[in-house]
Structures are given as C-alpha cells and as structure tokens.
C-alpha cells in the first residue's frame, strides 16, 4: 500500500465553484500534511500546510484534516481557471515526505 | 535571491554515463533534497540532507550518490545511468524547524 493515495482525476469544476480534492495517509503516526500546487511543466508550490485536526483556512483555501480516519482534503472556493493544475498531497511521518501521485484540477471557464 | 536553482535544465545520457546535477539555494535554509517524479509514480524521495555534513537516503536512493558540499550546495550524482533513471529530478530546500520545502525549477533526464 502506498504512504499516501490520491485521485487522479482528472476532475473539472465550472468556474466559481468549489473543487474539493482529497488524499489518504497509511502512516498513522503522520504529523504532518501539505498540499502543493503544480503546474504543467512546473515545479511544485506549497499552498498550505495542516498539523491538527479539523479546518485550516487560506483565502480561497481550505485543509481539512481528520487524523482518525487518516484523510486529509483541499477545498478551493471560487475556483478560477488558474487555479487549474495538479494538486499534490504530501505527508511527513518522520524524517521523509511522501508525496501522492496528485490530482489533476480542471477549471472550466 | 534566486531561491533554489538546478544545473543543467535538460540533458540526454546513453546508458553507462555518469553524471552530476547541481542544485544551490541562497536562503540559508539547512536542510535539502532530491526528488525524481515521473508519470503516475508521483514525486519519490531519493536523498535528503537534514544539515550541512549529513545525507540520508530516502525512498529510492538505489543508483545514485549525494554530496552536501555545504550549506548551499547538494548535488546528486548518476554513476552509471539507466533508462529506468529517465525523469524529472527536483531539488528542494527547507528551513531550520519549518517542514516547507522550496523547490527548483528541475532537471528533465533522458537516458537512451
């Protein structure tokens, strides 16, 4: 089983809705969880970061953690169509990241 | 400040050759890694270095060499390259008790 497990999409929103991307962790002693962003031919931005569980919220950004069930979500509201991109979800359950194979995030104008 | 920059952007290698890429970050940060990512692997942890004088391996260390020449230089070294090795290989940098990384632009490898 892979760290870290996500949807990769690819998945389309109309502009101006909500796009909701999730990820799941199998390392239950993970303390850590980032979201990052990548555009084609890019390297990876990070966009937020989450230690606890419950919301964590950025402008247009919110995590969303839940330690029990080992999930952790991105929502982005108001999508904009650059906001169209891969989203990578990465833990840290030591000294190592593992990252997701991301998910792709299409914003229709 | 230029952030994390790589050397070279591209290169293409015939199976057997060795080669080094570079990667320097201005921001004084103390910890450093490398990455491959490649279609549906998503991105894998090669080496990391906590602090200057130490490296560790990380997922997929198998094939290569680091070298933390010091605080602002970690370069990683293919001593005989396989096609299997053809990928994007991203360095990436962090500071002293944030777990943000700061990533380069990447080398795109190609090995024939």
């Known amino acids: 089983q892979k760290e870290v497990e996500q949807n990769s999409g690819p998945l389309s929103v109309p502009e101006g809705a909500i796009a909701s991307l999730n990820c799941t962790y199998s390392?239950?002693?993970?303390?850590?969880f980032f979201w990052y962003r990548q555009y084609s031919g890019k390297s990876p931005e990070l966009i937020m970061f989450i230690y606890s569980n419950g919301d964590k919220e950025d402008g247009r950004f919110t995590a969303q953690l839940n330690k029990a069930s080992q999930y952790v979500s991105l929502l982005i509201r108001d999508s904009q169509p650059s906001d169209s991109a891969t989203y990578l979800c990465a833990v840290k359950p030591g000294n190592q990241f593992y990252f997701g194979t991301g998910t792709s995030l299409t914003v229709i104008p | 400040n230029a952030g994390v920059t790589q050397t070279p952007k591209f290169q293409v290698l015939k199976t057997g050759q060795s080669m080094t890429l570079q990667c320097a970050q201005d921001m004084n940060h103390n910890s450093m890694y490398w990455y491959r990512q490649d279609p549906g692997m998503g991105l894998r942890l090669i080496y990391y270095s906590a602090s200057e004088g130490t490296t560790d391996k990380g997922e997929v260390p198998n094939g290569y060499n680091v070298s933390r020449l010091n605080k602002r230089e970690f370069s990683l070294r293919l001593e005989s390259a396989a096609p299997s090795q053809t990928s994007v290989y991203f360095c990436?940098?962090?500071?002293?008790?944030?777990?943000?990384?700061?990533f380069g632009p990447g080398t795109r490898l190609t090995v024939t």
């Open positions: 390392d239950r002693g993970s303390q850590s």
């Open positions: 990436a940098s962090s500071p002293l008790g944030s777990y943000e990384q700061y």
